[in-house]
């Protein structure tokens, strides 16, 4: 991908598409309500994300998605500018958006790798580090700044 510096590694759980998810490749997922489906994810909690959608699969076909490691990932800045080292969750459409913005409860899934800031602008592809633990972003977790 362009302007990506992406060196990706990481472990991929197959499941089932259900839907087509041909326009949701490098968005979180969700588990759907049928056991070993997903769809693309509504938000941060309730259900949470699985992981991040690696291929563009048709209803019922293999679903790749990412559960540990590093991934390319859309993101929005609808919650504010996305630096390096920042928390990010889901948004309702699947992008990673910054999680302090997202409001209380949202949890953590990533921390954004990008060279540099995004202050503006919505599918924009950025590398992430998916988390393994989850952790509530209503304590104010934006970023990962010492």
Do not use: K
Not at 28 to 47: K, M
Not at 56 to 84: F, H, M, Q
């Amino acid at each position: 991908m362009p302007g990506v510096n992406y060196s990706g590694w990481g472990w991929d759980a197959p499941f089932s598409a259900s839907g087509d998810l041909d326009a949701v490749q490098y968005r979180f997922v969700q588990p759907a309500q049928t056991y070993r489906l997903v769809e693309r994810s509504t938000g941060g909690s309730a259900p949470a994300p699985l992981g991040i959608l690696q291929n563009d699969p048709r209803s019922g076909e293999e679903a790749s998605v990412r559960v540990l490691g590093t991934s390319y990932l859309y993101v929005s800045t609808a919650c504010g500018t996305i630096g390096y080292r920042d928390f990010l969750t889901a948004g309702s459409d699947g992008q990673g958006v910054l999680a302090g913005g997202a409001g209380a409860g949202s949890a953590l899934h990533a921390m954004a790798l990008p060279p540099s800031s995004i202050t503006t602008g919505s599918g924009i592809l950025i590398e992430a580090l998916l988390l393994l633990n989850p952790m509530s972003g209503s304590a104010g977790f934006v970023d990962n700044t010492p």
